[in-house]
């Protein structure tokens, strides 16, 4: 079990560039989940997928945020044009499918700390 | 909507003393309850869980009891250690997807 590894670790960018992190989960997890998570504060659901499809995104996805999964594994989250309000720790969490929707255990990489200067 | 409200820190204590941090839930239907650590520079890292009310979960000499009568879900370590000082999270999962944070709860433990 080699765990959920997040790239890069930490990424400063200035205001209006993109970024793009990336996110590999434990292998056999189907569930992929990403949480934004601000100093001081505990994490906060962005999106999900299962397998390749995206199932719930927050509100606080707004449309310069976008995530794909695009073969089930491995996924991305982009960011366009970002804000200095962006400025974040980016975790991404990986989970079985529980059965008959029961809570399974969601696993959490190291996070990518983002500073937008 | 769900919400998870736990003690405000930081919690300051010494080592091999008594360690008590509060978490309280709102939530519809069964939820799962969790406590994560978050150590200075990592991820969270799962400390314990409980799926079901009356379930106990323990790790590492720290427990937490699913209370559904009190909507609560407390952790406790009889003795800490200068090794336990982290930030602690208490989350509750529902319906098999989003996990919901408490807001953290800072351990500092002293020689």
């Known amino acids: 079990d080699t765990g959920v590894s997040q790239n890069p670790r930490h990424k400063i960018t200035k205001r209006g560039q993109n970024v793009t992190f990336r996110c590999d989960p434990i292998s056999e997890h189907n569930r992929l989940y990403w949480y934004r998570q601000t100093l001081g504060q505990g994490p906060e659901f962005l999106t999900y997928f299962q397998n390749e499809a995206q199932l719930e995104k927050s509100r606080l996805l707004s449309d310069r945020f976008s995530a794909e999964r695009p073969k089930g594994s491995f996924s991305t989250l982009e960011i366009q044009r970002t804000e200095q309000g962006d400025s974040a720790m980016y975790l991404c969490?990986?989970?079985?499918?529980?059965?008959?929707?029961?809570?399974?255990?969601?696993?959490f990489g190291p996070g990518t700390r983002l500073l937008v200067l | 909507g769900d919400s998870v409200t736990q003690m405000e820190g930081p919690v300051t204590l010494s080592e091999e003393a008594f360690l008590t941090i509060n978490c309280t839930y709102t939530a519809t239907g069964y939820p799962s309850l969790f406590w994560y650590v978050q150590y200075p520079g990592e991820g969270l890292q799962l400390l314990l869980k409980?799926?079901?009310?009356?379930d106990k979960g323990s790790n590492k000499g720290f427990e937490a009891t699913y209370r559904k009568e009190t909507t609560s879900f407390h952790l406790e370590k009889g003795s800490v250690q200068v090794s336990d000082s982290a930030v602690y999270f208490c989350a509750l999962g529902n319906a098999g997807n989003m996990l919901t944070f408490g807001g953290g709860t800072r351990l500092m433990v002293k020689p």
């Open positions: 969490a990986s989970s079985l499918e529980g059965w008959r929707g029961a809570q399974e255990t969601q696993y």
């Open positions: 409980a799926t079901k009310a009356d």
